[in-house]
């Protein structure tokens, strides 16, 4: 099967960073830019934060790859979501379908717009391990191209059926809540215990639990959000060899449990 892979990369999420705050986006999104990070994640379900990346993308638009999402019930207020990401982005490189929301009612139209060049890829999307089995009855289609999952040391599930099923059909892995929506960082570990990392050019936690998904060959993307420029550049570090190995893997998650 032709590869879909997207990776390697980190990118950036914006649930509940800058909803309707466009200059923050700008800085923010810019920063990202600026550090490498080409993937850019967002959904009519972030409120504001759909346009703001818009405004914030403004003149760059061609160096980023847009994943946003259709979150509907019904087929006519997911193609008035799709109109209005048009209008905000010109194209829609990634359109997933946010928690599998009617997925076979828009799917069926979705891929008509795939044909007509109007949207890239096509992908689903589900924050939690209760809907894994519909999302791997979706992904056995294969009538998509990527899938979008939580994936941490604290949150693994993914790994007994869907990432070896990814990894089976070619998909593209876009990994969610990398830091545990923040929930992994309130105790991080000190530089002492991070010392076997820094060959792997991991200085900071954030970079060791990013470094710690993408050093899965099955996953592609993580995609950390932040209201920050500084760990914006800072975690997009994470996106470069070397990879983790099993050792430093399980050290991550030593250290995860721990904090
Ligand atoms: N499809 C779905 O159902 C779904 C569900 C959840 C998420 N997502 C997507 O996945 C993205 C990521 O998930 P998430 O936002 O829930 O959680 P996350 O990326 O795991 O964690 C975000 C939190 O980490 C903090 N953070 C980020 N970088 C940091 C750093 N270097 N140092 C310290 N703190 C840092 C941020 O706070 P600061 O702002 O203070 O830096 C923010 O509170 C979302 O934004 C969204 O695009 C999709």
Redesign the pocket.
């Known amino acids: 099967m032709e590869s879909r892979r997207l990776g390697p990369v980190v990118g950036l999420?914006?649930?509940?960073?800058f909803d309707r705050e466009v200059p923050l986006a700008r800085e923010v999104v810019g920063a990202a830019l600026d550090a490498g990070v080409r993937l850019l994640?967002?959904?009519p379900m972030y409120r504001g934060a759909e346009a703001s990346l818009a405004a914030a993308l403004q003149g760059r638009r061609d160096e980023a790859l847009v994943a946003t999402k259709v979150w509907a019930q019904t087929v006519e207020e997911g193609r008035n979501q799709l109109e209005a990401q048009l209008r905000w982005y010109g194209h829609v490189d990634i359109e997933q379908i946010?928690?599998l929301a009617a997925w076979r009612e828009q799917l069926a139209w979705l891929e008509v717009e795939r044909e007509a060049g109007r949207v890239g890829r096509l992908g689903v999307?589900?924050?939690s391990s209760g809907a894994f089995t519909e999302v791997a009855r979706a992904l056995r289609t294969g009538r998509f191209e990527t899938v979008?999952l939580p994936y941490n040391p604290a949150e693994r599930e993914c790994e007994r059926e869907l990432l070896p099923l990814a990894a089976e059909l070619g998909l593209a892995v876009i990994v969610?809540?990398?830091?545990?929506?923040?929930s992994l960082?309130r105790r991080p570990p000190g530089p002492r215990e991070l010392e076997p990392l820094t060959g792997f050019g991991v200085e900071?936690w954030?970079q060791a639990l990013l470094k710690w998904a993408l050093s899965d060959p099955r996953v592609d993307a993580v995609?950390?959000?932040?209201?920050?420029a500084d760990?914006a550049r800072?975690?997009a570090l994470a996106g470069s060899p070397p990879w983790l190995g099993p050792e430093e893997r399980r050290l991550v998650e030593r250290l995860a449990a721990a904090s």
Not at 13 to 17: A, F
Not at 176 to 182: D, E, Q, S
Request: hydrophobic letters at 20%; aromatic letters at 6%.
């Open positions: 999420g914006t649930w509940d960073t994640d967002t959904s946010h928690n999307t589900h924050y979008q969610m809540r990398p830091l545990g929506k923040g960082l900071t954030p995609i950390p959000a932040t209201s920050r760990r800072s975690n």
